[in-house]
């Protein structure tokens, strides 16, 4: 006999600099010239060559039943164009999967960016939009021999729905 899927419902919150800081860092513009200080990117990028480019992504709806996470490298994402997008994060950990109870959605503006801190699971971005484009720094090798995933309908009977 079959068992039922679990379907877990993420509430998005509004992202702050606040709220997504046990997960990475939100960048908003600042004025040229400002100096350096922790409110800029804070990267790790030292484990291989840097690769920023953009890659587009078509529409896949809010739900989810695969998180990833990369342990050696830190990554950014942003939209062009102004567009919303969401994410859902969890905690870094020692563990091979992600901890429930340290799980979030967020709603993130077309104005800023996200850096996700070194091991932080992350699924996502989704939208509404039938594609966005995405500015996206990670490692060049970051998807070969960095890429760590966990399927929750195969460990736990269980998806998500960011709501």
């Known amino acids: 006999m079959s068992q039922s899927i679990i379907v877990k419902q993420l509430k998005a919150q509004e992202i702050t600099p606040e709220n997504f800081q046990p997960y990475g860092q939100v ?42 996470r990369h342990l050696h490298c830190t990554q950014c994402l942003g939209s062009l164009e102004g567009k919303e997008w969401f994410i859902a994060v969890a905690l870094k950990s020692d563990s091979e999967q992600p901890v429930l109870a340290g799980m979030a959605a967020f709603k993130i503006p077309g104005n800023c960016f996200i850096k996700l801190e070194a091991g932080t ?25 960095d890429h760590f995933t966990h399927n929750f309908l195969e460990s736990q009977q269980m998806q998500f729905e960011i709501v």
């Open 27 to 68: 960048i908003f513009a600042s004025e040229d010239g400002k100096a350096y200080d922790a409110n800029d990117a804070q990267l790790s990028l030292q484990n291989g060559t840097p690769r920023f480019y953009i890659m587009r992504l078509p529409k896949k709806g809010r739900k989810f039943h695969k998180i990833t």
């Open 121 to 145: 699971w992350h699924a996502g971005p989704y939208f509404e939009e039938e594609f966005i484009d995405f500015y996206n720094l990670e490692l060049s090798d970051t998807n070969v021999v």
